[in-house]
């Protein structure tokens, strides 16, 4: 009987001590739980206002590129470019500053119809 009772002292005893241990080394570690917190909320906040910066800039791409493509489609109010004439006036342009490249070559230049 004395023997059961040691083995669950001793058992109660090394519980309460790895408990005790435990305890303490948690409340260490606890101070840093604000700290994550307030780490965590800065950036979300961050994230949120680059988000909406980087949303900003892509509205003002957009509305750019719309801007150009309906220069290229209507220039000066005349009737639109078709794919193919415009197809064409990249390549000559490409063509035009290749030549360029490859110095003394005379640059094409075509009107518009």
């Known amino acids: 009987m004395f023997e059961k009772a ?3 002292m001793a058992t109660y005893v090394d519980a309460a001590e790895e408990f005790g ?3 303490k080394e948690f409340q260490q570690h ?3 739980l604000p700290q994550a917190l307030n780490a965590y909320q800065q950036a979300m906040t961050a994230s949120a206002e680059l ?3 980087l949303d900003n800039a892509d509205e003002t791409l957009r509305v750019l590129m719309d801007q150009l493509q309906q220069a290229l489609s209507a220039p000066f109010g005349k009737p639109g470019l078709g794919e193919r004439e415009l197809e064409t006036l990249k390549a000559e342009a490409m063509k035009a500053s290749a030549g360029s490249l490859g110095g003394g070559s005379i640059g094409v230049v075509r009107t518009l119809p």
């Open 21 to 23: 241990r435990s305890a």
């Open 30 to 32: 606890v101070k840093l």
């Open 6 to 8: 040691d083995h669950i």
């Open 51 to 53: 988000r909406a910066v």
